[in-house]
């Protein structure tokens, strides 16, 4: 079983809608999740950590965690043309982050 | 003022060549790694060094060789370079406990190998 799973994508939404991306972990000790947006031939940029269960609400970005299920996603409110990106989840570990492979999202006017 | 920098950001060199690529972060973090990102966009982790010292060292080849001069830099170099050696190398920093804070990236060097 892979550390972090993501849907490959892409996901496609309408502007204005939301975005639901989702993520999976097989570690049940982590403590610690990010979300990462990388734009194509971009490097990676953090926009979400969540450390608790529940909801984390940074302007149109909502991370939620729950740690029994082992499940992390991110809302995406209002979605922007600008928003489609690859966005890559990960997860803290002893000394380094694991990310899954992304999920592309594509946002059409 | 770039918080991490890489060099070169595009390298272009035949099978058998021997290359290296230059990271440099001024945020003060004590913590530097890198990784390699294939076509599908994979990040995988290849080495991270905490205050000079190696502290990871994931199955690569020993072609690859990380050097960290001080812990504001860490270089890559790779001997013998390789078909499958082609991918985007990201370099990244963080503070002790990247578990907490996560990383900042390096623009990232797309390396062909030709």
């Known amino acids: 079983q892979k550390e972090v799973e993501q849907n490959s994508g892409p996901l496609s939404v309408p502007e204005g809608a939301i975005a639901s991306l989702n993520c999976t972990y097989s570690d049940r000790g982590s403590q610690s999740f990010f979300w990462y947006r990388q734009y194509s031939g971009k490097s990676p940029e953090l926009i979400m950590s969540i450390y608790s269960n529940g909801d984390k609400e940074d302007g149109r970005f909502t991370a939620q965690l729950n740690k029994a299920s082992q499940y992390v996603s991110l809302l995406i409110r209002d979605s922007q043309p600008s928003d489609s990106a690859t966005y890559l989840c990960?997860?803290?570990?002893?000394?380094?982050?694991?990310f899954g492979k992304g999920t592309m999202l594509l946002v059409s006017p | 003022d770039t918080a991490v920098s890489q060099t070169p950001k595009y390298l272009v060199t035949q099978m058998g060549n021997d290359k290296s690529i230059k990271c440099e972060q001024n945020l003060g973090h004590d913590t530097m790694y890198w990784y390699k990102q294939d076509s599908k966009k994979f990040l995988k982790i290849m080495f991270s060094?905490?205050?000079?010292?190696?502290?990871i060292n994931e199955t690569v080849p020993n072609r690859f060789s990380p050097k960290s001069p001080d812990k504001a830099h860490l270089n890559l170099h790779i001997n013998s370079l390789e078909l499958g050696d082609s991918a985007v190398y990201f370099c990244?920093?963080?503070?002790?406990?990247?578990?907490?804070?996560?990383?900042?990236f390096g623009s990232g060097t797309r390396l062909t190998v030709v």
């Open positions: 060094y905490n205050n000079k010292e190696l502290i």
């Open positions: 990960a997860k803290g570990g002893y000394s380094t982050l694991t």
């Open positions: 990244a920093s963080s503070h002790t406990g990247a578990v907490i804070y996560g990383y900042t």
